[in-house]
């Protein structure tokens, strides 16, 4: 089988690390100057899951989608979600890349991810991955795995078949990352994004691990809030989630999900410090806008976005 990685962030070279592991043809699509890291060098996984190197002839490195051939099986998107509208262009524009069979699978943080790439392609062909492993990159080409949660997801949003993920979920799991396709992924992104949308920015403001911020009432007040204006969200929508309230769930979160990445460092937080723009608006931001969606007032994710905002604006976008 043959898989095309979109992004050579933490999460992107894993997930390569994974395909080329598992016996499929690989490639990447990088920018220039990652990408001549990549010939020379290849890529490594470090972390709590071992270690393993792929050497540069073991995969292919492109620089434009006009250089990527047909017939990929599956196109694996892991760049920033503020690049989503871009790359489901290019990829309809260039949609040889996949043809009628090949499947888009979303490795991204976040809600709504998948409506840039609906646009174009059926449901059919897009699918999404629930990650839940902290992954930082040290180096162009080079992942550390910091911790894990629970197994990497893969399935459809929409009702569709994910029989087809199977050999990109064995790979992933091969390759030592437990990873599975699942029939409740509406379930598991929005356990997700509880997580997220409470430590992300907090930790990102902050410039605190997700440990630190359990260690304060004061800021587990705040995100008691957050988890609160999520569940009222979760139930104007309509979505689901593993635990019925907030209650349920703040209990598993205080008591297990923090404690299990006490250490671990927001991915919102690794962007502001790279002087790069953020995810917000498709964590807190998402809430906000289904809050106004549904009439129902989100006053503490929005105080979350305007910071991550603010501080975007000082040290992001003038860089």
Request: proline share 4%.
């Amino acid at each position: 089988m043959k898989a095309l990685v979109i992004g050579t962030g933490a999460v992107g070279c894993a997930v390569a690390i994974a395909t080329i592991s598992g016996g499929m043809e690989t490639a990447v699509l990088a920018r220039s100057e990652t990408a001549k890291y990549l010939r020379e060098h290849g890529l490594k996984r470090t972390g709590i899951f071992g270690e393993i190197t792929i050497s540069p002839e073991r995969f292919t490195v492109y620089e434009d989608y006009d250089e990527i051939p047909s017939g990929y099986d599956y196109v694996i998107v892991t760049v920033k979600s503020l690049a989503n509208e871009e790359v489901a262009g290019k990829l309809n524009t260039y949609s040889d890349i996949l043809g009628q069979t090949g499947r888009i699978v979303i490795f991204q943080n976040g809600w709504g991810n998948d409506v840039p790439y609906l646009e174009y392609f059926p449901t059919r062909q897009v699918f999404n991955a629930r990650v839940i492993t902290g992954f930082e990159r040290t180096a162009p080409g080079v992942t550390n795995v910091t911790v894990h949660l629970a197994p990497t997801l893969l399935g459809s949003l929409h009702g569709d078949a994910a029989d087809e993920l199977e050999p990109l979920a064995q790979a992933i799991d091969d390759s030592g990352i437990p990873s599975q396709v699942s029939e409740e992924l509406e379930e598991a992104l929005w356990a997700k994004m509880l997580y997220n949308t409470t430590l992300n920015p907090l930790g990102a403001i902050l410039n605190m691990s997700y440990g630190q911020l359990s260690c304060s009432e004061h800021l587990v007040s705040i995100m008691s809030r957050l988890i609160e204006e999520t569940y009222e969200v979760i139930d104007a929508a309509g979505y689901k989630t593993y635990w019925k309230n907030a209650e349920e769930y703040k209990d598993v979160f205080y008591k297990k999900l923090v404690p299990d990445t006490f250490v671990h460092r927001a991915s919102t937080l690794q962007d502001i410090e790279k002087g790069q723009l953020t995810e917000i608006d498709t964590l807190n931001g998402c809430i906000i806008r289904l809050g106004e969606k549904y009439n129902v007032p989100t006053p503490t994710h929005q105080m979350i976005v305007q910071l991550i905002k603010g501080i975007e604006d000082i040290r992001c976008r003038a860089k």
